[in-house]
């Protein structure tokens, strides 16, 4: 995998020491992205080692007239730039984890917030599966190799099998397909485990 220059991030006051650990050997950049309301900000606060950097805003009665707010009535904020995090894996891979804002009116942003990185892990909403169509277009368009999470909310519909959830998102067989509970740290590291496979896959090592 692609490696990166080291840097540090203020830690929260009494946090550990947030320098990078001497094994960590692959800098990866990854994007967390997904539609509006999908706990992009959840997950990166979940299993961020760093204090997470967030940009997220009130909404108002302004953005209320072009956002979609279906299905995620009780949200109160939205992320305006991005989130960022940084979590250390074993076999000295450290992730740095992008957020991108899940609306339409911040797709300008989405190619300089993609730049440079290796893959995406792209967090679905069961409950209202097409608001990710034009997320996994985007991706798609990218280029980057990708993992679909859902992530479960309170009224998820349990009925539906995996073969229809990856039939329903037209996604081909080798793309990762998970759950994960973005609230929770261990559940959420397991999904961007299995997009760090997926990107071992497909970007073997370089030999040292």
């Known amino acids: 995998m692609a490696s990166a220059t080291s840097s540090t991030v203020d830690a929260e006051p009494g946090g550990t020491d947030v320098h990078l650990p001497d094994a960590a050997q692959d800098l990866v950049k990854i994007l967390i992205t997904g539609p509006f309301g999908v706990g992009k900000t959840t997950m990166i606060r979940s299993v961020s080692e760093i204090r997470p950097l967030h940009t997220e805003e009130q909404l108002s009665e302004a953005s209320a007239q072009v956002d979609d707010l279906a299905g995620v ?12 995090g940084r979590i250390s894996l074993p076999g000295g891979i450290v992730l740095y984890l992008f957020g991108t804002p899940g609306q339409e009116r911040f797709r300008a942003l989405w190619d300089d917030i993609a730049y440079g990185a290796l893959g995406a892990l792209v967090l679905v909403d069961a409950r209202r599966i097409d608001a990710s169509f034009d997320v996994l277009e985007l991706v798609e368009e990218s280029g980057l190799p990708y993992a679909v999470a859902f992530n479960t909310f309170p009224g998820t519909p349990r009925h539906h099998t995996p073969e229809q959830l990856r039939t329903a998102l037209d996604l081909e067989p080798a793309t990762p397909m998970v759950t994960c509970d973005a609230r929770e740290a261990n559940s959420s590291i397991d999904a961007l485990l299995a997009l760090v496979q997926h990107l071992i896959d497909h970007h073997p090592p370089e030999p040292r």
Not at 73 to 84: E, L, P, W, Y
């Open 73 to 84: 009535r009780d949200k109160s904020t939205t992320t305006v730039a991005i989130d960022f």
